[in-house]
């Protein structure tokens, strides 16, 4: 008897590299322990500060990439999201947020959760990120949703040259 050897499709590719992501994630987590979790955060921030610098050379544009990633983050997870721009605020809301949902689902799977809520890495990563940019982040957190304002400079400033 042959294999069925048919493609994924996009959304079973999507599932399963977004499956050994949540994973490695929850392995980290887990390896590294709640104490030595800031260690790693701040190793994945300032790997994200150097791409946004390289991807957008000026300050601004840095300011609103930083939410960009998030969004593109949480639309991944197929959170409720919606974005709103002036020339300096970028605003990001998290009406529901489908990490939550992904984590329910990949715990009754058997994957070992370390974090109580996403939240926990998803803030501090995106605020050291924020901080190795020199952006200036505001959040605020409910229940599976949170609000993020990422204040945007004016002019072409450059960013810190960490």
Not at 36 to 64: C, Y
Request: glycine letters at 8%.
């Amino acid at each position: 008897m042959e294999a069925d050897r048919s493609p994924m499709s996009e959304a079973d590719k999507t599932q399963f590299v977004l499956g050994v992501y949540f994973r490695t994630q929850a392995a980290i987590e887990r390896f590294m322990g709640v104490d030595g979790l800031p260690q790693w955060t701040e190793h994945v921030a300032s790997i994200n500060a150097e791409a946004a610098r390289r991807r957008v050379p000026d300050a601004a544009g840095q300011a609103r990439d930083l939410l960009t990633g998030l969004e593109s983050m949480l639309e991944v997870y197929g959170s409720d999201t919606s974005r709103t721009e002036t020339p300096d605020r970028s605003r990001l809301t998290v009406r529901r947020c489908g990490i939550y949902d992904y984590r329910e689902r990949a715990q009754q799977q058997g994957v070992q959760l370390t974090l109580k809520r996403p939240c926990e890495f998803c803030v501090d990563l995106h605020q050291r990120t924020a901080d190795h940019l020199g952006v200036t982040v505001e959040h605020e957190l409910g229940e599976r949703s949170c609000e993020w304002v990422s204040h945007v400079p004016s002019g072409d400033q450059e960013g810190p040259a960490s």
